[in-house]
């Protein structure tokens, strides 16, 4: 496992974390076995592989994914011998209203539901147009001065939003998590270099376009269940679309003995200051995710894959809050 060298922070964040959407939240579809059991087993075998960073939020099957997170970890970190501090526990605000208060009070719920002494990144899940940033970050001081968070992200920033929130906050923010991958590189214009010459991270998540981009979906094959059927991603315009960029990721991979989801994540974390935490299906998909952190594509091929990938931003994408506000407010 390679981790992020110059952040400005004393814990070390992995190249690949795990992302837990997927934990308790039925719009996957892997069902109540994969929350009892294999969920733990992936994160077991994560914190043994040099995993650090696990990434959760409230929203998550309504706070289901943080509670299975916490438990999984508590257990994987008891059987191992792993000290606390090796882990980077993440998790992330529910935007509707951060005032000051809110923020307080779901900052302490969200870490009782995980258990863990405290909550070492806690993040703004959404920049919120109505509500001042200097009152979401007055919260994030107190639960700070309180012990309850270690540091504090935000996700899905802008640059400027993202300045504006650490200076009412007085201290780094440490992280942004925004969508970043072959299909998604809005981040290279203005976040990557940011947290390159500050010490920041860039926290990339949905690297491989909901699994778009781990060449397992074409015309013919397009997902059958779960989130990705709501996904304009697969719809058969874009599959056929996006098909040359598959056909060189497979080409690159085959040329290291690898995957085309290792090559993409390979590509997506070649920045000094970029980690992604995809999430995983299963302990094998984990150990798949986990090796591309020691995966060296060249220059040239990280050149071509840039080329192939231009213009293809434009597909329609369900991005993660958006799509989490509708179910929430589709199930009152």
Known sequence: MRYIEKADTTRRYSKIGLGTWQF???EWGYGAEYN????ARIVRRALELGVTVFDTAEAYGFGRSERILGAALRAALEETGTPRDVAVVATKVFPVLPLSPVVQQRGVASNARLGLGS??????????PLVHDATTMRGMRVLREAGVIRDVGVSNFSLPRWRRA???FGAPVLTNQVEYSLLARSPEDHLIPHAERTGRIVMAYSPLAQGLLSGKFDVDHRPSRGIRTMNPLFLPENLERVRPLLGLLRDIADAH?????QAALAWTIRHPSVMAIPGASSVAQLESNVAA????LTPAECEELARASQGLGGLNRVRELPRLLRDRLSRR
Do not use: F, K, M, W
């Open 119 to 128: 909550i070492d990144l806690y993040q703004v899940h959404q920049a919120n």
């Open 36 to 39: 009892r059991t294999e969920s």
């Open 24 to 26: 308790g939240s039925p």
């Open 257 to 261: 003995q690898a995957t085309p989801a």
């Open 166 to 168: 650490e200076a009412e």
């Open 293 to 296: 952190a020691d995966l060296d």
